[in-house]
């Protein structure tokens, strides 16, 4: 069953900030965020998904391409674990 999405006001900006940069493949960004949607089993190993620790404890990381990152959280601050919330995108 797909989840509901949800987006951080930061990640808004980062993905207006690349998009008007040009350098990114915002194509693969789009790919790798609706096979979380889609919610269809694990991600492929290539994206090199994988849970973050300290502060950012919670959340996921998603190797877009190289260096290009997507952070998200699945399931809500209210633990609704039907939601994917997409927190930022960028690089290290």
Request: aromatic share 10%.
């Amino acid at each position: 069953m797909p989840r509901a999405s949800d987006f951080t006001k930061q990640f808004q900006k980062d993905w207006r900030r690349l998009e008007r940069a040009g350098r990114y493949d915002m194509g693969c960004l789009k790919q790798a965020m609706l096979l979380l949607v889609a919610n269809d089993g694990p991600l492929d190993p290539a994206w090199k998904d994988h849970p973050l620790v300290g502060e950012w404890s919670g959340y996921r990381e998603i190797h877009v391409g190289g260096d290009f990152l997507l952070i998200c959280r699945l399931g809500d601050a209210d633990g609704k674990n039907g939601v994917v919330v997409f927190v930022r995108a960028g690089t290290h």
